[in-house]
């Protein structure tokens, strides 16, 4: 099982978990969106949230047990 993490470029912005317990395959292809990362997002909340955080994007790693 798998997190899947907002990582924010600007250090004062602390790192967060979007979604828990997820598969492998759930969280490559949430990361293949590309609403998924500031670079790539055009919806009004992420752009919203890249103004008010900096640069970021989702990425995962494995739960911890």
């Known amino acids: 099982m798998y997190n899947i993490v907002r990582f924010y470029e ?3 912005c602390e790192n967060r978990i979007i979604k828990r317990k997820v598969t492998l395959e759930q969280a490559q292809a949430h990361c293949r ?3 998924t990362s500031s670079s790539t997002a055009t919806s009004r909340k992420a752009v919203a949230e ?10 995962y790693e494995p739960r911890q047990a």
């Open 10 to 12: 600007d250090d004062f």
């Open 50 to 59: 890249t103004e008010r955080m900096g640069r970021w994007f989702d990425g």
């Open 33 to 35: 969106d590309p609403e």
